[in-house]
């Protein structure tokens, strides 16, 4: 199997509100669009946002209650860029999960949950290059 992601989805609540977070804030332009689903083309894969009870039935699975630690993110090109594009998404009807910091092992990072509460780590990484097409290159 080749080692790669597609898409990813995520299951929102209203997909007006998400819109506008992502288009918006995020600055996103959809590739298609409908009354359940969102799409955005990334730079190799795909971001879907579904409204998560079509979501859900489309899976043919019920809620079972049970939390999970994920996380999204969006590097940037450089340290300067990582505060001003939280308070962004923060001020779009995000959440500041965890401001800004230095982590023991380098670079530049914090946390903004959109507003269904999925996590986005806003990050530079001085290692990790970034070309002209967004396409991320891991570094230590």
């Given amino acids: 199997m080749q080692q790669q992601i597609s898409v990813i989805t995520l299951g929102i609540a209203d997909l007006?509100?998400?819109?506008?977070?992502?288009?918006?804030r995020f600055g996103w332009s959809p590739v298609f669009?409908?009354?359940?689903?969102?799409?955005?083309?990334?730079?190799?894969?795909?971001?879907?946002?579904?409204?998560?009870?079509?979501?859900m039935k489309d899976m043919n699975r019920h809620s079972d209650g049970l939390a999970s630690a994920h996380a999204l993110?969006?590097?940037?090109?450089?340290?300067?860029?990582v505060e001003p594009l939280m308070q962004r998404l923060n001020n779009a009807g995000g959440k500041m999960l965890r401001p800004a910091d230095?982590?023991?092992h380098g670079g530049f990072r914090g946390y903004v949950a959109d507003p269904d509460g999925h996590a986005?780590?806003?990050?530079?990484?001085?290692?990790?290059?970034?070309?002209e097409h967004g396409h991320v290159t891991f570094g230590l």
């Fill in 73 to 81: 993110a969006h590097n940037v090109a450089r340290k300067e860029d």
């Fill in 120 to 131: 986005w780590e806003i990050a530079w990484n001085a290692a990790w290059t970034i070309d």
């Fill in 33 to 55: 669009e409908n009354k359940e689903i969102i799409f955005y083309q990334m730079n190799g894969l795909v971001l879907g946002t579904w409204l998560e009870k079509d979501l």
């Fill in 16 to 24: 007006t509100r998400s819109r506008r977070f992502y288009i918006d």
């Fill in 102 to 104: 230095t982590p023991v």
